[in-house]
């Protein structure tokens, strides 16, 4: 009995011998694992900004009211697509229409009474010519008549000299005398009265056209204050309408309608109450806030990025991959903006839309763990500040 239990003693030592060789043996194993995914492995080092928001190409664009008034109509609707110009609110303006009414009919009436003067003063114009015309003709006439009546006057003057001479010698009778002076003096007065009758013809033709040229410039007076009337009328009428225009409040872009205040008709809005938010319809894009010392020269365009949304839990929807697409080149508040082209590839596409918080992960580089331990250990020397995040 006692050859075989030696031999089971010796057996056992054997295997026991063995055990720590097998033991060793997998932690060497390990150790090479581990350090070959601790040097060689890369992983993935992402900057994370907690404040991100999706938001089309351009922002919502805040609808207010231009001036104080009462609700008239109001067309507005939660997600309704309004065009660019389409009224949304209307305020009462029953006081601004009746006063450009009245403006209206005013101006209307000044602009027939202008046209009056002016057809006057036409009418003015052509009696003037005409005048000149007559007055010339009279005159011409006068002076004609002046000049013929010289002759004559001359002429009995040199007869009655030679009927005076016939008288001293005795040839001629008194009664011949007295009848030859009578015909020079009725000669000389005809002459008097001819160049009278010119002198009278040209005052005339000067007061007549006078008082024509008068009456012309006193109608064009009348005219010009019209006209200056018209003009303020015309300028009122403007003010009227740009008032009038002011109290429908039109969407200033196309888009749809996100935010709307409760406004009913018979309610008061003071100036600058917002009415309305219309945000453009376009392509989503995401913005998101990072730490300036964090983001600037490691944020670039072109790197991979991802959005997990508010309201959609991480676990059950997974994350909404994106593209950096702009950078800004210096930060604002110790902020930097930086903006994601979405990808409309993921099941979360369909339920996108302008406003939707998130927060944005972008992946800056890729390193092995040993460099990511090396900067651990710097960290807790106090050689390296910060804190990156990194996952695979």
Sequence with gaps: MAMPFSRTLRALEAESAHGPLWALLLVSIFLAAWAAWLLIVEVSVYETSKVARLETGRSGHVVQAPVSGQVAASHLGLDRVVGIGEILVELNSSSERLALNVERARHDAREKESTTLLSEISAQEKALQGERQTASAALNEAKSQAE?????????????????????????????????RAEAERNRSNERSAALAVNRVGAEMHTRQGDRLARIERLRHELKVMEGQRATSAAEMKRLEFELGRRSVASPIAGKVGQLAVLRPGGFVNAGDVLATVVPQGELHAVAEFTAARALGRIRTGQRARLRLEGFPWG????????????????????????????????????????????????????????LLMRAVGRLAGTEPGALRAAK
Excluded: C, H, W
């Design 148 to 180: 013929a009546a010289v002759p004559a006057s001359r002429f009995a003057e040199d007869e009655l000299a030679r009927v005076q001479s016939l008288r001293k010698m005795g040839m001629i009778t008194e009664v011949d005398f007295l009848r030859r």
């Design 316 to 371: 059950q929807y997974g994350s909404l991959p994106a593209t950096v697409g702009q950078v800004a080149s210096e930060g604002r508040n110790g902020v930097v903006r930086v903006e994601l082209v979405v990808s409309r590839d993921s099941p979360l596409a369909a339920q996108l839309q302008s406003g939707l918080g998130a927060s944005a992960d972008v992946e800056v580089e890729q390193v092995s763990p040993a460099v």
